[in-house]
């Protein structure tokens, strides 16, 4: 458990520092993806109660609300409900934000029309079994029959990142069973920093990087049925190019993130 706190807190502590939060106060401004957009009109009727978890500065809650659905937002990172209640307050516009933390939802059960959980930031909660209490979370607050977009980082084996599966494999497989300590808590998991020019500011982030069938898994396990799974570009090929230009240099081997559609 140590590790799993130690890892939320540096995650919350890079996520609220000065150039993070200025980074996503420019990214509230860019709104949906395109690909958000084409699916949340498909699986989300105008007007629904949508939550919007991990909702940072508000980029996709911003969207939902211009869009006309009632939309609450949380996020574990109060600087990041500070900036989103800073940016919908200049906009004149009407979103409740909470801080919260996705594994402990503190709404009663069928509240929510839908919800999503967009850029990644579900592969953000360190350690498998906390993610799965994320999913539960979300389908016990989400009605019968409502929807959840999830967006998810694939593996990928290839260009620098076969140097990281070679020393995850090394770690899980002959350390760990021998007794040493490693930071990681699941296989696939990653710490980066960011490239920012001032080195001070390069603090630890973490990411998990997930296997399609090990999502897929969690996904049932939380009772949801998994209606579609599609990556960004097959969606948006224009968002797959706008990602893999924006992403830092740790990041640029990604290929485009998946979204799970998921029904209650
Ligand atoms: C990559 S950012 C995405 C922000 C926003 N959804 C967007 O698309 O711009 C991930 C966000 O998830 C939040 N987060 C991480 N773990 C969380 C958790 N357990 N519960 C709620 N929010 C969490 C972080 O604080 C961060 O704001």
């Not at 150039?19 to 949906?32: C, L, M, N, V």
């Not at 990411?207 to 049925?225: C, D, Y």
Request: aromatic content about 14%.
């Amino acid at each position: 458990m140590k590790n799993i706190e130690q890892i939320k807190n540096e995650s919350i502590y890079e996520f609220s520092s000065k150039t993070t939060q200025e980074r996503y106060a420019k990214i509230a401004e860019e709104g949906f993806w395109e690909s958000e957009e084409i699916l949340i009109s498909k699986y989300f009727k105008p007007k629904s109660k949508m939550l919007d978890v991990g909702c940072g500065s508000g980029r996709a809650a911003i969207s939902l609300h211009q869009k006309g659905y009632k939309v609450i937002g949380v996020d574990i990172t109060p600087k990041m409900i500070d900036t989103a209640k800073a940016i919908a307050s200049s906009k004149n516009i009407d979103i409740d934000y909470v801080v919260g933390d996705a594994i402990n939802l503190k709404f009663s059960e069928n509240y929510f029309d839908g919800s999503i959980f967009a850029n990644n930031g579900w592969v953000q909660i360190p350690g498998k079994e906390n993610r799965q209490k994320a999913l539960s979370e979300i389908y016990r607050v989400i009605k019968p029959g409502g929807y959840f977009i999830l967006t998810a980082h694939l593996r990928y084996y290839s260009g620098i990142y076969l140097f990281f599966w070679i020393k995850n494999w090394v770690k899980f497989y002959i350390l760990k069973p021998l007794g040493f300590k490693i930071k990681e808590i699941d296989f696939g998991d990653l710490f980066f920093k960011r490239n920012y020019p001032d080195k001070k500011l390069n603090q630890n982030q973490f990411i998990h990087l997930t296997s399609r069938k090990e999502v897929e898994e969690q996904i049932k396990n939380a009772g949801f049925k998994l209606k579609l799974l599609k990556s960004m570009g097959e969606i948006s090929s224009e968002d797959a190019k706008l990602m893999r230009g924006s992403l830092s240099k740790n990041f640029n081997s990604f290929k485009s993130p998946i979204f799970y559609i998921c029904e209650k």
